[in-house]
């Protein structure tokens, strides 16, 4: 058997090498490293298969929220609301730019957060929400946009986890994940669904002025050459990246599916177990499964990574510590026992290994292991 691993990426490549060998070194022959034609081909097709109207990559995840903030205006003292249980990512930028993170709970069953929670924590000074995609499905992304537009925010949608996602609305209409809200982030961190070979980012958006904006920020406040309008950062797609993302591209599909196959088989192995909660799906988004994630309960959750590494299998707890009890963002306004659902979860989640190369034998072997865990004396 392959030796298993949380993503699989040796085994993918191995499947793609030609072709990203060949577009890596079309790259390196014309030596335009910066700002490439690979970058803008990137650009054009990831705006076609989203149907965005504008994508302006960046150099990650992180600068594609901050950009964001930036380009919107927000300011020092305005509140952004984002979700306790998250990437530290979202609550990050928030802060670097001085603004105030105004944190809230998650819904049980999808992980992603709460529009109750967001009314109740809307104030005069709130510009902003960042609803997080949480393991690969959309949030409620109707109720959101609809409190945006009664109070007057802007939606940041943090698609890192859920590209290649589909949220249909009320009225029917199916849009991709991140862009739906007035702008939407994502990540290419070699590990997310549409995983690069470094650090890779992007951010889409349907407005004209907004993408002008942050394509200005992106390269120094800069749209002619030397003459800065805006205050900016140095945060480009290198075209090196953007060549392995226009191969990996065309086989985003295929790899969505081939994760929601290894979730169909997760489910049902786990799904009769007392102990274990499978993951929901929300009724409005396809599930791309960055994650895939139980909740276990009635048996101890934090000594089963250690029973799995003795199977040699991996095993992680995504997020052992909310944000409001992250050292670095310990503030008087929360305390230990405030996000009830995410505190829950941090104490019951974990993910087993995701990937779009795993076989049927190591399937079977991972879900065993679980299932022997759980009849285990460990109990
Ligand atoms: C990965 C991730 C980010 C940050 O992306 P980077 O490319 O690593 O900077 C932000 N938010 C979420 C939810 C993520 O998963």
Request: aromatic share 8%.
């Amino acid at each position: 058997m392959r030796k298993i691993s949380m993503v699989d990426l040796k085994s993918q490549y191995e499947k793609i090498k030609p072709e990203i060998d060949k577009s890596i070194s079309g790259v390196i022959d014309t030596t335009s490293f910066i700002n490439g034609p690979a970058v803008k081909e990137f650009q054009t097709a990831l705006e076609k298969y989203l149907g965005v109207k504008h994508v302006i990559p960046c150099a990650n995840g992180t600068d594609a929220l901050q950009i964001s903030m930036m380009a919107l205006g927000l300011k020092p003292g305005d509140e952004v609301i984002a979700p306790s249980f998250t990437f530290i990512a979202t609550a990050e930028v928030i802060a670097v730019l001085g603004l105030t993170p105004v944190l809230v709970d998650v819904e049980p069953d999808t992980f992603n957060i709460s529009p109750e929670a967001i009314l109740k924590a809307i104030t005069p000074r709130t510009k902003a929400i960042v609803p997080v995609h949480l393991f690969g499905q959309t949030a409620d992304m109707d109720a959101i946009m609809e409190i945006a537009k009664k109070h007057n925010l802007f939606v940041i949608e943090d698609a890192c986890q859920s590209i290649g996602s589909d949220y249909q609305n009320a009225s029917g209409e199916w849009k991709k994940s991140g862009t739906i809200g007035h702008v939407g982030c994502t990540s290419f961190f070699p590990s997310k669904n549409l995983g690069c070979y470094g650090d890779g980012g992007a951010i889409f958006t349907n407005d004209d002025q907004l993408a002008a904006k942050m394509r200005s920020i992106v390269n120094h406040g800069m749209t002619v050459r030397y003459y800065h309008d805006d205050i900016g950062v140095n945060s480009r797609l290198d075209s090196i990246q953007a060549a392995v993302l226009n191969v990996k591209l065309k086989h985003l599909d295929e790899y969505a599916l081939a994760r929601q196959q290894v979730a169909a088989a997760y489910d049902k192995a786990f799904k009769d177990q007392p102990e274990l909660t499978v993951p929901a799906r929300f009724i409005r988004s396809t599930h791309v499964f960055h994650q895939y994630t139980l909740l276990v309960k009635g048996v101890d959750r934090n000594k089963l990574p250690e029973f799995m590494a003795t199977k040699d299998i991996p095993a992680m707890i995504y997020y052992p510590v909310p944000i409001h009890l992250q050292k670095a963002y310990l503030d008087p306004r929360y305390q230990s026992g405030d996000f009830p659902v995410t505190e829950d979860l941090c104490s019951s989640v974990i993910s087993l290994p995701m990937h779009t190369e795993m076989d049927a034998e190591q399937l079977n072997y991972i879900t065993s292991s679980v299932l022997e865990y759980l009849k285990g004396p460990r109990k």
